[in-house]
């Protein structure tokens, strides 16, 4: 069985569900009061093929859990009969900014644009929580749209937003698990989705992180998952093996760019 595949996907969810009663979605999180001791959180980035999204959103709702679902507006992303289709599910859906890299950097230009693209999704779903996308081919990180915290207060209570997904969250003790650039390494091949954790998270490969999982995981979890990256058939496994190859290699060189201009 290979990773990056439903049938493996299937068995990352057996073992969430051995070892988590709340298994929440972010809205329900931000919500809660008190917050849970132990829970695992899945969110799905759907950067590319959001057909790929449907097919997961089915499989979690035939084992029984709810996850979260971040699209971004482009054209290829933003299809509203598959986002209605995985609501229905009993998925949340938020939005996956990405407007200061969008507006190059212009903040005025981005939070107008920001409040278009709300607009845009509520008519299909009431969004109510965010997650920045990290477009490693700008410059500019989508976090700092927000300013300071007191900005960022005062902007969520004007669009109506319960919270961010890496801002709002205290990572410190939180097992923040995810698959960018088609490994289990917190850091190989990831430019800006990354949190402050004091829990590792690196994992050599899906059966490492399968037993991790399996046997005696972290407290509390935060699971992020690219659909597009995960495959029903050899073809699509192929292909998509391929393209993340290739976007690794640009990222590690962009990476190194920007090292080398912070130590400037």
């Not at 009061?33 to 979690?60: G, Q, T, V, Y």
């Not at 693209?117 to 500019?140: A, D």
């Not at 390494?185 to 999982?213: C, E, H, M, P």
């Not at 005696?216 to 292909?239: C, G, T």
Request: with cysteine; aromatic share 14%.
């Amino acid at each position: 069985m290979k990773d990056f595949t439903h049938e493996f996907y299937r068995k990352y969810i057996e073992a969430i569900k051995k070892n988590f009663i709340n298994i929440i979605r972010f809205d329900e999180f931000f919500l809660l009061s008190p917050r849970p001791n132990s829970f695992c959180i899945i969110r799905h980035d759907i950067d590319r093929k959001p057909s790929n999204a449907l097919e997961m959103a089915k499989i979690e709702k035939e084992m029984e859990i709810k996850a979260t679902y971040y699209f971004r507006t482009k054209k290829y992303t933003f299809t509203p009969d598959v986002i209605e289709k995985i609501a229905l599910l009993g998925h949340e859906i938020g939005y996956h900014y990405e407007n200061l890299s969008d507006m190059n950097g212009d903040k005025h230009l981005a939070l107008k644009d920001f409040e278009e693209n709300i607009s845009l999704f509520r008519r299909i779903y009431p969004i109510k929580t965010i997650s920045m996308h990290g477009r490693p081919l700008k410059s500019f990180n989508n976090l700092d749209l927000w300013g300071n915290s007191n900005e960022r207060r005062l902007l969520f209570q004007k669009y109506g937003i319960l919270g961010d997904a890496i801002l709002d969250m205290d990572y410190s003790n939180i097992a923040y698990i995810n698959d960018t650039g088609r490994n289990w390494s917190s850091t190989k091949s990831n430019v800006r989705d990354k949190v402050d954790s004091f829990i590792k998270t690196d994992f050599k490969n899906g059966d490492a992180l399968y037993s991790y999982l399996n046997q005696n995981p972290n407290s509390k979890i935060v699971f992020q998952i690219h659909p597009e990256r995960w495959s029903s058939n050899n073809l699509d496994y192929a292909m998509q093996f391929c393209k993340d190859f290739c976007v690794n290699i640009i990222k590690s060189v962009i990476s190194g760019v920007y090292e080398g201009i912070n130590k400037r």
